[in-house]
C-alpha cells in the first residue's frame, strides 16, 4: 500500500514549455486535489476531483489542467508554463469528504 | 472567501511546556477543520479532524478543540518534545466539504 506517490519529484522548465505532474493513489479513495504551497501564501487549491470524471476548480486554476479517467490517478498539466508556477505542488486524497486528508510528498518546480 | 489566520507564525518553547496554537477563520459554514504537521521539505500529516458537529477531538498528547460560531480552533500540545518541532497547519472545508483552505503556519521549535 503506497498511499500517494508524486512524480517527478523535482523538475526544471523552460518558459513556455508544458509538462504533467503524476498523482497516483492505491486507497481507491473518490476525492483527489491539488494544492500549491508558496512562501507566506500557504497551501492553495488548485483543482480537485470528487470522482472519476469529475473535476472542478479551486482557488488558482488558471494556467492548470487536470482530467480524472480513473479513481487512481489524477494528473495536473501545465500548458505553459511561467515563473510565476514557481512552487512545490502537493496532492491529496480522501475516501469521503468526511474523513482525512493524505497528502503526497510534494513535486518541487522551478520554472526559468 | 474564506480566510484562515494563524497566530502566532512562530513560537520557541522549551521542553516539557505546554503550548497553545491557534487558528481563526472568517465564514462559519465550514464542514470540518483538520490540523496538520509539516516537516521541512516533506508533505502533510494529519494530526486531528474536527466535524463541524464536533467541540474536540483528542489524539495522544494533542487536543484541538473548534468554536464555529466564533470562527476559531485552538491545537493543544502537552508536555512538548524536541520531536514536535514542525510547521503546524489549520485547514477548513467549504460548506459541502469539497474545498479546503489552509492558513500559513505556525513553526513550532521545542528546545531540549
Known amino acids: 500500500n503506497a498511499g500517494v506517490t508524486q512524480t517527478p519529484k523535482f523538475q526544471v522548465l523552460k518558459t513556455g514549455q508544458s509538462m504533467t505532474l503524476q498523482c497516483a493513489q492505491d486507497?481507491?479513495?473518490?476525492?483527489m486535489s491539488w494544492y500549491r504551497q508558496d512562501p507566506g501564501m500557504g497551501l492553495r487549491l488548485i483543482h480537485y476531483?470528487?470522482?472519476?470524471?469529475?473535476?472542478d476548480q479551486g482557488e488558482v486554476p488558471n494556467g492548470y489542467n487536470v482530467s480524472r479517467s480513473t479513481t487512481e490517478d489524477f494528473p495536473l498539466r501545465l500548458l505553459s508554463a511561467a515563473p510565476s508556477q514557481t512552487s512545490v505542488y502537493f496532492c491529496?486524497?480522501?475516501?469521503?469528504?468526511?474523513?482525512?486528508?493524505?497528502f503526497g510528498p510534494g513535486t518541487r518546480l522551478l520554472v526559468l | 472567501k474564506q480566510e484562515v489566520t494563524q497566530i502566532p507564525a512562530a513560537l520557541s518553547v522549551p521542553e516539557g511546556e505546554n503550548l497553545v496554537l491557534n487558528c481563526s477563520f472568517t465564514?462559519?459554514?465550514?464542514?470540518?477543520l483538520q490540523w496538520f504537521r509539516q516537516d521541512p521539505g516533506k508533505g502533510l500529516t494529519s494530526l486531528l479532524l474536527?466535524?463541524?458537529?464536533?467541540r474536540e477531538q483528542t489524539s495522544g498528547r494533542l487536543n484541538a478543540s473548534l468554536d464555529k460560531s466564533s470562527g476559531r480552533s485552538t491545537l493543544y500540545i502537552a508536555a512538548s518534545q524536541p520531536g514536535d518541532s514542525a510547521t503546524y497547519l489549520c485547514?477548513?472545508?467549504?460548506?459541502?466539504?469539497?474545498?479546503?483552505?489552509f492558513g500559513t503556519g505556525t513553526s513550532l521549535t521545542v528546545i531540549p
Open positions: 476531483s470528487v470522482g472519476a470524471g469529475i473535476t
Open positions: 474536527i466535524q463541524s458537529s464536533q
Open positions: 485547514a477548513v472545508s467549504s460548506r459541502t466539504g469539497n474545498q479546503f483552505y
Open positions: 486507497m481507491n479513495h473518490e476525492y
Open positions: 465564514d462559519s459554514a465550514i464542514y470540518n
Open positions: 491529496a486524497t480522501q475516501r469521503t469528504r468526511a474523513e482525512t486528508q493524505y
